[in-house]
């Protein structure tokens, strides 16, 4: 089993910037890709942001240039830089993470947390 822990998010003014965190912890995983999705009322999952323990990145359209998605290896931790913020922005963030487990990958949601963009 891995336990998604999320931080950060909270209420910034427009062009403002927030960082999200979310750390992953249990034992015997190791994890193939992490992500950042975010949800508003009445609308889908939408992909954020994607990062493999290597360091490749992708990036929704929407966010390209504004965001910056990072990963901490050693403490299988990912963040999200968000600068320039838009009241669009503005959601439900959820940390994703899909992990190797004795030769089987499983996926795992964080609880979330609301970012509001908001003068």
């Known amino acids: 089993q891995v336990q998604l822990e999320e931080s950060g998010g909270g209420l910034v003014q427009p062009g403002g910037s927030l960082t999200l965190s979310c750390a992953a912890s249990?034992?015997?995983?190791?994890?193939?890709?992490m992500a950042w999705y975010r949800q508003t009322p009445g609308k889908g999952r939408e992909l954020v942001a994607t990062?493999?323990?290597?360091?490749?990145?992708n990036y929704a359209d929407s966010v390209k240039d504004r965001f910056t998605i990072s990963i901490l290896n050693t403490k299988n931790t990912v963040s999200l830089q968000m600068n320039s913020l838009k009241p669009e922005d503005t959601a439900v963030y959820y940390c994703y993470c899909n992990a190797a487990i004795r030769y089987s990958n499983f996926l795992y949601w964080g609880q979330g947390t609301q970012v509001t963009v908001s003068s």
């Open positions: 990062i493999t323990p290597k360091g490749m990145t």
């Open positions: 249990g034992s015997g995983f190791s994890i193939n890709m």
